[in-house]
């Protein structure tokens, strides 16, 4: 199974990578413009950690599924609770704050992976 990160945010997104391999657990970024759903597909099962505040990611969270990301967990800024009802009516299994983030991070991974 495979961790699809799609953030764009340099530091969320080294954050990610640095613990990723700390845990030796395999992350793949999403390619810029390439559909979550085709990323989906090309890296197969697994968890697809996705920043919130990404434009249109709301949109490809179901697709995303439908190809075979067995889980998407999102994160957004704790002010953003329209955002968060938004991120769970698409789809989104789990959504957290950027802060529970940083806390969870290691665990996400290794469940993700």
């Known amino acids: 199974m495979a961790v699809i990160v799609a953030v764009r945010d340099l530091l969320f997104r080294s954050k990610i990578f ?23 597909r090309e890296l197969g099962p697994g968890t697809v950690l996705a920043d919130l505040n990404e434009p249109g990611v709301l949109a490809e969270v179901a697709g995303a599924r439908a190809a075979g990301a067995t ?28 802060g529970q983030l940083v806390q969870r991070l290691d665990g996400l991974l290794r469940d993700g992976a």
């Open 18 to 40: 640095a613990a990723a391999e700390r845990l030796g657990v395999e992350v793949r970024l999403a390619p810029r413009g390439m559909p979550l759903s085709q990323a989906a």
């Open 71 to 98: 889980r998407v967990v999102g994160f957004l800024g704790h002010l953003q609770g329209g955002l968060m009802e938004a991120a769970a009516a698409a789809g989104v299994d789990e959504v957290l704050t950027r």
